[in-house]
């Protein structure tokens, strides 16, 4: 089973490493995919090294998608579209990978999610959102926030090798989470939608483009 | 405020991801420290590089010990042992971490967690289990396994910047989680420790070392 996720500059580096994580321990390595091997910094700093670059990369079962602020500069990247178009038996995205799997189209006609603060535009990639942690539809399975990368590949786990072994790496892994506070209030809420309104609005405006490109309209 | 993270060879990287995640939001870089400046693998193979190292990094607020297989190799290490061992106003050990921090003399007559499988070895560093996700005795906060050290970075980050920081973080990354499993049955539970019963033995040998050096006696 080959299983690779795409990194690039400002990516969450959560996004990723938290599927990396869950499907390493199916006894994979798992293709860590740069459009070529440079290093490249998460949004916070943290150096992600390639292992392959897209153009070598082999014919994936599982692609995954991660999000992340650099996701903006993707969107319109023709070579990172095309790659994500390539069919592939799943596609797992992250949070604001959801945006980029959009824009190569796959989420047309497809039951969706993303992170909460980029919600509202999965209309303009054509898909149906749907507000849970961990959405499957065919063969692509798209996940909210960050950490909910870890959810859903817990539950490709058990969709690829069975129930036990994803049961196992939970187990692994400790995955009986005890976040600290309960849901956020409207204040936190608008003090986290204010501290990203820059990149919200700049991630509206290619959702615009890419409707325009498939022909979506958004009412 | 300085927080660095402990990197080495067969790190289990999620120890060391999920507290920068969450961290790293309080608008801080993270350093990244090695023993030297060599990259250095995960047990999945994911590459982690540094940005400092140990003797290079400047005096922290807070310290994260993370775990992974490799913890082995560093409990009998003097010069990570003597690092690990300097005061610093917070330690955070994530996983296996707490055996490092175990073997640095941190934890004598601590209240201190680890992961599940080695929790059974927390007295011979002079310990006092307490089987829960997050443990908080003075300046250490010791979490469960692996995916616990974003509980207990969300709870640090909280005790350093206040709750509403904190929360703002918890809704940032969405930390909302699903498992998709329940509790391990006793057939899931057997069959992991089975899976990892050579590095578990080898961790008890370490262990009676560690209490044979500090003098503690185990019934």
């Given amino acids: 089973m080959e299983i690779g996720a795409l990194v690039y500059p400002n990516i969450d580096q959560m996004d990723f490493t938290g599927p990396f994580e869950v499907l390493s321990r199916l006894g994979v390595r798992v293709h860590v995919m740069g459009r070529d091997m440079t290093p490249v910094r998460d ?3 943290l150096i992600l090294t390639p292992t392959t670059t897209l153009a070598a990369a082999p014919p994936l079962d599982v692609l995954i998608v991660p999000g992340g602020r650099g996701q903006l500069a993707l969107v319109e990247d023709d070579q ?3 790659f994500v178009a390539r ?3 799943w596609v797992l995205s ?3 990978g959801a945006l980029i799997c959009g824009a190569a189209g796959l989420l047309r006609g497809r039951r969706a999610t993303t992170h909460w603060n ?3 535009l999965l209309p303009y990639f054509g898909a149906i959102p749907v ?3 961990v959405v499957i539809d065919g063969n692509l399975m798209t996940t909210a926030g960050v ?3 870890i959810d859903g590949a817990l539950r490709l786990a058990g969709l690829l090798c069975g129930e036990a072994v994803a049961q196992r790496i939970q187990l692994e892994i400790q995955y009986a989470p005890e976040p600290p506070f309960g849901p956020a209030s409207e204040e936190i ?3 986290a939608r204010s501290a990203v309104s820059d990149i919200t609005t700049a991630r509206l405006q290619t959702a615009q483009r890419a409707a325009a490109r498939w022909g979506i309209k958004v009412a």
Avoid: Y
Wanted: hydrophobic residues 40%; charged residues 15%.
């Fill in 43 to 45: 949004m916070a700093g």
């Fill in 80 to 82: 990172v579209l095309s």
């Fill in 87 to 89: 069919p592939v038996p």
């Fill in 94 to 96: 992250v949070c604001t």
């Fill in 118 to 120: 980029s919600f509202h």
């Fill in 131 to 133: 507000d849970e942690r």
């Fill in 147 to 149: 950490s909910a990368g």
């Fill in 189 to 191: 809420l608008k003090a």
